[in-house]
């Protein structure tokens, strides 16, 4: 399988990392204000700092929640990066079997001390993960630290983002973490941030004083205004609206079968259980294991469903589509389904109001169809959307709804108001992405879907078997598998590739089961 790793893996916490409990955690050696950070940053300021038995402590927390694991040993006993790497893939693993957080920054944690410089095309996407693991984890705690940690923080984190460019500059025998402790100090934003410290503070009475006044000269009227509507936990407002655009004539037709989700909270469809899910896929795609571990990454540590937009590239009748939508109804979303072939950006990205035909953009009628904040929405077959502008091309509009910064506030023009579809998940499906452009490739994490072998025929059998009998309106256990004849047959009119073809072969003999059997 190949992927292209855009995941966002690092929605856990702070709390979460700072609470487990590790060696690293208790050592006596830390300062209150190093043990608040989150695991992966603590590891990585030690490490630059010069600490002794860092790695040690690492390996005891790794042995605390995963005892006994022979990659740690190996890991242990060779010190090397090809080592390293595979106890960090073996943590990844099994953080989306046991659906645990903590095991996802104990592997970035690995992949620290494990990555040799300089930075190849081989390790490219290792140095890619963590760069991202350490800016999301300073992103969360630069706002509240001590300047002065901020500032060593910040040496680091950007010292590594700038490895996979720069380790042209610094000793091929130097580790990874020499490296970034090297590049870092290019940066001083927070130096200067410490430098005017001093002057916040003496304006800081003057601000108090200025926003009292203020508040005592504010109108009666703006202080019983009512407040905007909040979202409780768990749910956000989509579609805000003020009352002056509710009375607006023309949009009324447009808002009517919308009414009851403007201004309202929609509530955000929660995770289940990762492993229900995981199983319930490999039952009905048995050779598709890592195609189903690299989705379920996206999750783990989530409290709600969201994934990052997903791209499954693969021949005809390998199941890409119906996997697609199985992965949305066993998370228990709402899943929308467009055909790229037959859209167009004017169509999926709503209509103006000026038209008699205005309609909202298919996320918010995913939205609304499916009553909830972060349905599923399935673009199908994305490399044979049409390439005509005249209503704009569905790929150019595609990429205001997969960047966070745009599909937070999406201007939909028959509402004519920001939207907020920051929490629509987008899976798409292509047989191959050359005729996608590549700011469409870039926004997707791309991956290969494999097409089954004649060894997963037994495999896929009981569940082609049960998914029939539910079409017929049956009870499965009315359905017996395949005798030795039938097998037979199958296996012979079979030899791997379509599921669509032996989908068709499994029911014409299911046919013919019916037609030659004893009446009474």
Same mark, same amino acid.
């Given at each position: 399988?190949?992927?292209?790793?855009?995941?966002?893996?690092?929605?856990?916490?702070?709390? @979460?990392?700072?609470?487990?409990?590790?060696?690293?955690?208790?050592?006596?050696?830390?300062?209150?204000?190093?043990?608040?950070?989150?695991?992966?940053?603590?590891?990585?300021?030690?490490?630059?700092?010069?600490?002794?038995?860092?790695?040690?402590?690492?390996?005891?927390? #790794?042995?605390?929640?995963?005892?006994?694991?022979?990659?740690?040993?190996?890991? #242990?006993?060779?010190?090397?990066?090809?080592?390293?790497?595979?106890?960090?893939?073996?943590?990844?693993?099994?953080?989306?079997?046991?659906?645990?957080?903590?095991?996802?920054? $104990?592997?970035?944690?690995?992949?620290?001390?494990?990555?040799?410089?300089?930075?190849?095309?081989?390790?490219?996407?290792?140095?890619?993960?963590?760069?991202?693991?350490?800016?999301?984890?300073?992103?969360?705690?630069?706002?509240?630290?001590?300047?002065?940690?901020?500032?060593?923080?910040?040496?680091?984190?950007?010292?590594?983002?700038?490895?996979?460019? &720069?380790?042209?500059?610094?000793?091929?025998?130097?580790?990874?973490?020499?490296?970034?402790?090297?590049?870092?100090?290019?940066?001083?934003?927070?130096?200067?941030?410490?430098?005017?410290? +001093?002057?916040?503070? *003496?304006?800081?009475?003057?601000?108090?004083?200025? *926003?009292?006044?203020? +508040?005592?000269?504010?109108?009666?009227?703006?202080?019983?205004?009512?407040?905007?509507?909040?979202?409780?936990?768990?749910?956000?407002?989509?579609?805000?609206?003020?009352?002056?655009?509710?009375?607006?004539? *023309?949009?009324?037709?447009?808002?009517?079968?919308?009414?009851?989700?403007?201004?309202?909270?929609?509530?955000?469809?929660?995770?289940?259980?990762?492993?229900?899910?995981?199983?319930?896929?490999? /039952?009905?795609?048995?050779?598709?294991?890592?195609? #189903?571990?690299?989705?379920?990454?996206?999750?783990?540590?989530?409290?709600?469903?969201?994934?990052?937009?997903?791209?499954?590239?693969?021949?005809?009748?390998?199941?890409?589509?119906?996997?697609?939508?199985?992965?949305?109804?066993?998370?228990?979303?709402?899943?929308?389904?467009?055909?790229?072939?037959?859209?167009?950006?004017?169509?999926?990205?709503?209509?103006?109001?000026?038209?008699?035909?205005?309609?909202?953009?298919?996320?918010?009628?995913?939205?609304?169809?499916?009553?909830?904040?972060?349905?599923?929405?399935?673009?199908?077959?994305?490399?044979?959307?049409?390439?005509?502008?005249?209503?704009?091309? $569905?790929? @150019? &509009?595609?990429?205001?709804?997969?960047?966070?910064? !745009?599909?937070?506030?999406?201007?939909?023009?028959?509402?004519? !108001?920001?939207?907020?579809?920051?929490?629509?998940?987008?899976?798409?499906?292509?047989?191959?992405?050359?005729?996608?452009?590549?700011? #469409?490739?870039?926004?997707?994490?791309?991956?290969? /879907?494999?097409?089954?072998?004649?060894? @997963?025929?037994?495999?896929?059998?009981?569940?082609?078997?049960? @998914?029939?009998? *539910?079409?017929?309106?049956?009870?499965?256990?009315?359905?017996?598998?395949?005798?030795?004849?039938?097998?037979?047959?199958?296996?012979?009119?079979?030899?791997?590739?379509?599921?669509?073809?032996?989908?068709?072969?499994?029911?014409?003999?299911?046919?013919?089961?019916?037609?030659?059997?004893?009446?009474?």
């Amino acid at each position: 399988m190949t992927t292209s790793d855009d995941s966002n893996d690092f929605d856990h916490t702070v709390e @979460d990392e700072a609470a487990s409990t590790g060696a690293a955690a208790d050592s006596s050696d830390l300062d209150e204000e190093l043990k608040k950070l989150p695991r992966l940053l603590r590891y990585a300021l030690l490490s630059s700092k010069g600490e002794e038995h860092i790695q040690e402590r690492l390996v005891a927390e #790794i042995n605390e929640v995963c005892p006994g694991l022979a990659a740690t040993s190996a890991w #242990i006993a060779t010190q090397t990066s090809a080592a390293g790497l595979e106890l960090a893939a073996e943590l990844d693993r099994r953080a989306v079997k046991q659906d645990e957080p903590a095991l996802r920054s $104990l592997s970035d944690c690995v992949r620290v001390f494990s990555l040799p410089l300089p930075c190849s095309a081989e390790f490219f996407d290792d140095y890619r993960r963590v760069g991202k693991a350490l800016i999301a984890s300073f992103g969360k705690v630069c706002h509240d630290a001590d300047e002065d940690l901020c500032a060593e923080l910040e040496e680091f984190v950007f010292g590594w983002a700038a490895l996979p460019a &720069c380790s042209d500059l610094v000793s091929r025998h130097a580790s990874a973490v020499a490296g970034a402790a090297r590049l870092g100090p290019l940066t001083a934003e927070h130096r200067l941030t410490a430098a005017k410290v +001093a002057l916040r503070r *003496k304006l800081k009475e003057e601000e108090e004083r200025r *926003k009292q006044r203020d +508040a005592e000269t504010a109108s009666t009227s703006e202080l019983q205004k009512p407040p905007a509507p909040s979202a409780p936990e768990h749910s956000v407002i989509v579609a805000r609206l003020s009352e002056q655009q509710m009375k607006n004539a *023309k949009l009324k037709d447009v808002l009517g079968p919308f009414k009851g989700i403007v201004n309202v909270a929609m509530p955000l469809v929660e995770a289940p259980p990762l492993h229900v899910v995981r199983s319930a896929l490999l /039952f009905e795609f048995p050779y598709a294991a890592e195609v #189903i571990d690299f989705a379920l990454a996206d999750l783990v540590g989530r409290p709600t469903v969201r994934l990052s937009p997903l791209l499954f590239v693969g021949e005809s009748g390998g199941g890409k589509s119906r996997f697609a939508r199985r992965l949305g109804e066993l998370l228990g979303v709402n899943v929308w389904r467009t055909d790229a072939s037959r859209a167009d950006g004017a169509a999926f990205g709503g209509t103006d109001r000026r038209w008699y035909s205005a309609e909202p953009c298919h996320p918010f009628l995913a939205v609304a169809q499916g009553a909830s904040a972060n349905p599923l929405v399935i673009i199908d077959e994305i490399e044979k959307s049409a390439t005509r502008a005249d209503y704009g091309r $569905l790929w @150019d &509009c595609l990429l205001g709804f997969l960047e966070s910064e !745009t599909n937070s506030r999406y201007p939909d023009p028959a509402l004519q !108001t920001n939207l907020d579809l920051s929490h629509v998940s987008y899976v798409a499906t292509a047989n191959s992405v050359d005729p996608l452009p590549s700011p #469409i490739r870039d926004r997707f994490r791309v991956v290969r /879907f494999p097409k089954p072998t004649s060894a @997963d025929l037994d495999a896929l059998l009981p569940a082609i078997i049960a @998914d029939l009998a *539910k079409e017929r309106g049956l009870d499965p256990n009315w359905v017996p598998p395949l005798d030795g004849t039938e097998h037979i047959a199958a296996a012979q009119s079979w030899h791997g590739g379509s599921v669509r073809l032996l989908r068709r072969i499994v029911e014409a003999i299911l046919r013919d089961r019916d037609a030659n059997a004893t009446r009474n």
